[in-house]
Structures are given as structure tokens and as C-alpha cells.
């Protein structure tokens, strides 16, 4: 299986990642990934960028050496509605919006109200993707979040840092998303969530993973940069 597509990269922007998003490109350009998503943390993350960095992301070429960048963000769930850590206006702007649980924004909660907080957040009509799921401090209704996303069009990521150097006792919850994902017919991204270019387009735990849960390549769409694009735009037309 081959993995084209990267949906969750960060660069110094974020303000605990080492890279520019030109070492970036220069890196994915080797390993032979075709599109990278800009998902540096939204302004709730202490040390992030303020909103002003996210309105100007239109400077940004839409190509760098000769890798197709989405301008985004890794938006912070900031509370168990839902709510997101950027306005509307500026969220609707953007090429894809990852939305994701942090416990320096959000103290982890019940996992009645950790639920709560990420179906939230997808029936807001802004998120494409839902981050790393699997983090063991936000115990979450995993069957429930799968049909929220199901229902409302939205990706769920397996975050190969998760499964390595971020998030330890990740395995097992991402394993059984996986699984269900399958069963539920959820469509599956593969993000690096890199926060330094030689992690950019590393997914080997991820799919490592996959495999063992009979994850296919129909399950994700992290290996065709068109079929991502032509996601991407259906949910922008509704």
C-alpha cells in the first residue's frame, strides 16, 4: 500500500515543531508523497501561532517543490460542545481543518463529555478530519464517534505518532477504531503528525497496524490525491 497523502504536518509555526514548511516539501519530495496538509496547532496551543498566521496562509504557494500543499489547521477542541479554538470565517477559508483533543487546551473529561466534545465538533460542519482518537487520556464512546463521522462525512485519522514517539498506550484504542472503521464503513487518513521533517510521510507503525486489522486500501484515503481532493471539495460545495 502506498501512501501519497500526509493530512497532519506542523512546522516551527507551531511553536514545539523544529522544520519550515519548505524542509517540509524538501522531505516528502524524497520519500515520494505527492500532497501535504499545512495542519499547524490553532491559537489555543501555548506557543502557537496567533489567528492572523492562519487569514495569511493564502501567501503560501500551492506547490513546493513539486509537492501539492493544503493550507490548514489542526484546530483545538476547546470545550465538551465542540467548540473550536478558531471563528468560522476563518475555518471556511481554509484548503482542510483537523480537529483534535489536547490536554493543554481541554482538561480531559468523562468519556461521556470526551464524546460529547468530538461529535461536537464534527456536526459544526468545519472539521474534515478527527485527530488522533486513540489518545488514552480522552477515553471516548468509540462507536458513537464512528457514526457521528460517518453520518457527517468526516475522516478519522490514524496518527502514526501516536503508535511511536507521542501518546503511549495508544495502540490498542487505534487498533480497535480501525477495526470498526471497517465494519462501519468510516473512511481512514494516515497523518505523520510530524513535528520535524524526517517524520514527514512515516507511517510504517501506522500501516503496520492496518495490516493486522484487515484494513484495505478502499478503507483509506491516504493513498490517492485525487480521491482526497475530490473529497475536500464535496464537502466544501455543501
Known amino acids: 500500500m502506498k501512501i501519497l497523502v500526509d493530512t497532519h504536518t506542523h512546522t516551527i509555526a507551531s511553536g514545539h515543531a523544529y522544520s519550515t514548511l519548505l524542509e517540509n516539501c524538501l522531505e516528502a519530495s524524497k520519500k515520494g508523497i505527492k500532497l501535504i496538509a499545512l495542519t499547524d496547532h490553532g491559537p489555543a496551543m501555548p506557543g502557537g501561532p496567533h489567528i492572523f498566521y492562519f487569514g495569511n496562509l493564502k501567501a503560501i504557494p500551492s506547490e513546493i517543490n513539486g509537492v501539492e500543499v493544503l493550507k490548514g489547521v489542526e484546530a483545538n477542541i476547546i470545550d465538551y460542545d465542540g467548540r473550536l479554538d478558531l471563528d468560522e470565517e476563518r475555518l471556511s477559508r481554509l484548503d482542510i481543518v483537523v480537529a483534535s483533543l489536547h490536554d493543554v487546551c481541554i482538561t480531559?473529561?468523562?468519556?461521556?463529555?470526551?464524546t460529547r466534545a468530538i461529535i461536537g465538533a464534527i456536526k459544526s460542519g468545519m472539521v474534515d478530519i478527527i485527530a488522533h482518537p486513540g489518545n488514552p487520556a480522552f477515553e471516548i464512546d468509540k462507536k458513537e464517534v464512528l457514526k457521528a463521522a460517518k453520518d457527517y462525512n468526516v475522516l478519522i485519522e490514524i496518527n502514526n505518532s501516536s503508535l511511536g514517539i507521542s501518546r503511549p498506550g495508544s495502540y490498542q484504542n487505534c487498533s480497535e477504531?480501525?477495526?470498526?472503521?471497517?465494519?462501519?464503513?468510516?473512511?481512514?487518513?494516515?497523518?505523520?503528525?510530524?513535528?520535524?521533517?524526517?517524520?514527514?510521510?512515516?507511517?510504517?507503525?501506522?500501516?503496520?497496524?492496518?495490516?493486522?486489522?484487515?484494513?484495505?486500501?478502499?478503507?483509506?484515503?491516504?493513498?490517492?490525491?485525487?480521491?482526497?481532493?475530490r473529497f475536500l471539495k464535496l464537502r466544501r460545495n455543501k
Open 108 to 114: 480531559p473529561g468523562s468519556k461521556k463529555d470526551n
Open 177 to 229: 477504531i480501525a477495526r470498526m472503521a471497517v465494519d462501519m464503513g468510516n473512511l481512514l487518513t494516515l497523518g505523520s503528525d510530524a513535528h520535524i521533517c524526517y517524520h514527514i510521510g512515516e507511517f510504517k507503525e501506522a500501516l503496520n497496524m492496518l495490516k493486522e486489522c484487515g484494513v484495505t486500501e478502499e478503507n483509506i484515503i491516504s493513498t490517492d490525491v485525487e480521491r482526497l481532493k
